[in-house]
């Protein structure tokens, strides 16, 4: 079994900062690339920024200059800075990671998601 916990999430004014936490744990071989998506209300879900197991990260552009995704891969933990909050930004967070399970090869990930946390950016 493998679970993605996510912390961090909250209520802060335009302008503010919030970091979100995701862990994985169980029976994990080894993670690809970790990730937060958000879904707004009324909205499809989307992806806010990404990591790869080497440190190589892509943003939407909608939160470049102010979000930064980094891991910690000895935690199989993926972290999310958000600064500069805006209204807009207001969602639910999930975080989402491909693993490996097993040490099969070739290697076989499988996409875990966690439950979500609401971030809600006041103006």
């Known amino acids: 079994q493998v679970q993605l916990v996510e912390s961090g999430g909250g209520l802060v004014q335009a302008g503010g900062s919030l970091r979100l936490s995701c862990a994985a744990s169980?029976?994990?071989?080894?993670?690809?690339?970790m990730a937060w998506y958000r879904q707004a209300p009324g909205k499809q879900r989307e992806l806010v920024a990404a990591?790869?197991?080497?440190?190589?990260?892509n943003y939407a552009d909608s939160v470049k200059g102010r979000f930064t995704i980094s891991r910690d891969n000895a935690k199989n933990t993926v972290y999310l800075q958000m600064n500069s909050l805006k209204p807009e930004d207001t969602a639910v967070y999930y975080c989402?990671?491909?693993?490996?399970?097993?040490?099969?090869?070739?290697?076989?990930?499988?996409?875990?998601w966690g439950q979500g946390t609401q971030v809600t950016v006041s103006s």
């Open positions: 169980g029976n994990i071989f080894s993670i690809k690339t």
């Open positions: 990591i790869t197991s080497g440190g190589s990260t």
């Open positions: 989402n990671a491909e693993i490996q399970i097993t040490a099969w090869t070739p290697a076989v990930y499988f996409s875990y």
